[in-house]
T-cell receptor, first 113, second 114 residues
Framework: LAKTTQPISMDSYEGQEVNITCSHNNIATNDYITWYQQFPSQGPRFIIQGYKTKVTNEVASLFIPADRKSSTLSLPRVSLSDTAVYYCLVGERLGSAGNMLTFGGGTRLMVKP | DAGVIQSPRHEVTEMGQEVTLRCKPI?????LFWYRQTMMRGLELLIY????????DSGMPEDRFSAKMPNASFSTLKIQPSEPRDSAVYFC????????????FGSGTRLTVV
């Protein structure tokens, strides 16, 4: 799996837009970019996935430039409940038995009132 | 769907005792993963199964750790004997197709070894 690099932590205030960037210079042609969110005392949960350009769902947007060596998770108008750790992962979307989900350190987002 | 179900939610045991953690994956999912999370090491993949067969156990820290998946709806992670450094949150996850899409995690078992 391609190695990812993302900031260790970020602070924000309620109502602001938060952008978390992830670097993945060694991304392969078949790799997708996926973000997971983990709240305290819970397991990670899938929030968004993309291959290129832009993807948007009810939770977040994911921006991927043409070279795909980085991606940016955008959370619009964050609230206190968005305080969590956000993980960026890169790998094949639909894999065979050989694919494993390997987490990096993630970005700890703290949303303040 | 009830999601991935883990039990117990919390476990406190004395050093040297055997500990068994349990996981029921989502029905129809054919891949199952065991992770351990600590503040120091983050989320570590211990072992994963595909179609009930262990595929990679290179993350299992020591011979004290063992995992089984006797059928598609049940898996166990056993630590024998347990040590204080095994204290962590253990997560089970399942996936229908492998890859990095569609993993569903359980709520975890918080293990404390005293």
């Amino acid at each position: 799996l391609a190695k990812t690099t993302q900031p260790i932590s970020m602070d924000s205030y309620e109502g602001q837009e938060v952008n978390i960037t992830c670097s993945h210079n060694n991304i392969a042609t078949n790799d997708y970019i996926t973000w997971y969110q983990q709240f305290p005392s819970q397991g990670p949960r899938f929030i968004i996935q993309g291959y290129k350009t832009k993807v948007t769902n009810e939770v977040a947007s994911l921006f991927i430039p043409a070279d795909r060596k980085s991606s940016t998770l955008s959370l619009p108008r964050v609230s206190l409940s968005d305080t969590a750790v956000y993980y960026c992962l890169v790998g094949e979307r639909l894999g065979s038995a050989g694919n494993m989900l390997t987490f990096g350190g993630g970005t700890r987002l703290m949303v303040k009132p | 769907d009830a999601g991935v179900i883990q039990s117990p939610r919390h476990e406190v045991t004395e050093m040297g005792q055997e500990v068994t953690l349990r996981c029921k994956p989502i029905s129809g999912h054919n891949s199952l993963f065991w992770y351990r999370q600590t503040m120091m090491r983050g989320l570590e993949l211990l072992i994963y199964f595909n179609n009930n067969v262990p595929i990679d156990d290179s993350g299992m820290p020591e011979d004290r750790f063992s995992a089984k998946m006797p059928n598609a709806s049940f898996s166990t992670l056993k630590i024998q004997p347990s040590e204080p450094r095994d204290s962590a949150v253990y997560f089970c996850a399942s996936s229908g197709t492998g890859g990095i899409y569609g993993y569903t995690f359980g709520s975890g078992t918080r293990l404390t070894v005293v």
